[in-house]
Nanobody, 121 residues
Framework: QVQPMESGGGSVQAGGSLRLSCTASQCTYMGWFRQTPGKEREGVATIYVGDDYRDYADSVKGRFTISQNSAKNTVYLDMNSLKPEDSAMYYC??????????????????WGQGTQVTVSS
């Protein structure tokens, strides 16, 4: 089933770490996006399922890592050195097709319900 199902998230102090998980099958790309009230949903990280390709937003490079466990149809987002500006609702997205711009929200057909990440200073 392609419909993504997220888990993880929560509250942490600045400098801390969190892991998000997302399970989805029969997809080609999976991505993590985040959104705060009044702002556009932005791409955070993306991975080509079953391959080594991955990409990140500049704001999270060096701090966030996207990885996968193909046997479990699960993608992870490890978030380290968290900052208050990382606070947002995080969404997992999945696509059944090859993508031209996998960090763009318009490329994905399936979305999870979202999980809240709150980083306090």
């Amino acid at each position: 089933q392609v419909q993504p199902m997220e888990s993880g998230g929560g509250s942490v102090q600045a400098g801390g770490s969190l892991r998000l998980s997302c399970t989805a099958s029969q997809c080609t790309y999976m991505g993590w996006f985040r959104q705060t009230p009044g702002k556009e949903r932005e791409g955070v990280a993306t991975i080509y399922v079953g391959d080594d390709y991955r990409d990140y937003a500049d704001s999270v490079k060096g701090r966030f890592t996207i990885s996968q466990n193909s046997a479990k149809n699960t993608v992870y987002l490890d978030m380290n050195s968290l900052k208050p500006e990382d606070s947002a609702m995080y969404y997992c997205a999945a696509s059944r097709f090859l993508l031209n711009n996998p960090l763009h929200k318009g490329e994905y057909q399936y979305w999870g319900q979202g999980t809240q990440v709150t980083v306090s200073s």
